[in-house]
């Protein structure tokens, strides 16, 4: 009788690792004070703001949705015209990121946000995107696979706040990653089980 090794391995142990998703929020409610770059920490994981000309950031607490980090010009503490804010998402790059979430905020009628990647690839943000959060994963991928960690928010047109910026990650869970290497650790001794009984068998 010959049993190919497939065959064996399929017949001895089928394991599916479990995993738990967590969500990490950069809400940027802070100011910064008279500097052009910031750090940001939540949940141990720490991304970088940085000013994309000589202009301070600056925090905007005001009513409504007029709440988020902007920078110190055109009176009203907002991203505006040429100016931009730029984050670095290094750290980003070594968790298992499954989505990424932005929320811009201070987007009347007739004004716009956009966030691009070094390789130019954009994300527009319009008023029905006020105060929401959009997935910007294809983006993230697109910095991942090019290894460009740097994030530009501008406004073409009127002025925007960014919000926050939320990290969903998938993390194994322990018991899966016991359960699986006890399933590999038994499909080996099956293996060798089975070839001492079977001298005949071949492997496929």
């Known amino acids: 009788m010959k049993l190919s090794l497939l065959s064996i391995l399929v017949f001895a142990c089928v394991m599916v690792t ?35 000309t000589s202009v301070d950031l600056r925090f905007k607490n005001g009513a409504g949705d007029e709440n988020g980090l902007g920078l110190a010009v055109g009176g009203n503490n907002e991203i505006i015209g040429a100016q931009s804010i ?20 201070s987007i009347q009628s007739g004004e716009s946000g956009q966030v691009c990647d070094s390789n130019n690839m954009c994300v527009t943000f319009g008023p029905s995107d006020n105060a929401k959060g959009v997935s ?14 740097l994030l530009t928010i501008t406004a073409p047109s009127g002025d925007v706040l960014v919000d926050g910026l939320a990290v969903t990650t998938s993390v194994p869970e322990p018991n899966g990653l016991l359960l699986l290497g006890t399933g590999i650790f038994m499909m080996a001794g099956a293996v060798l089980v089975i070839r001492k009984r079977l001298p005949g068998m071949t492997a496929a």
């Open 86 to 105: 730029i984050f670095d998402l290094t750290s980003l790059f070594s968790l298992n990121v499954t989505d990424l979430t932005l929320t811009l905020g």
């Open 18 to 52: 479990g995993a738990s998703a967590d969500t990490i929020t950069f809400n940027f409610s802070t100011t910064p004070g008279n500097t052009t770059t910031a750090n940001y920490t939540s949940d141990g994981v720490t991304i970088t703001a940085m000013s994309g």
């Open 136 to 149: 910007i994963m294809a983006l993230y991928s697109d910095m991942k696979a090019s290894n460009s960690p």
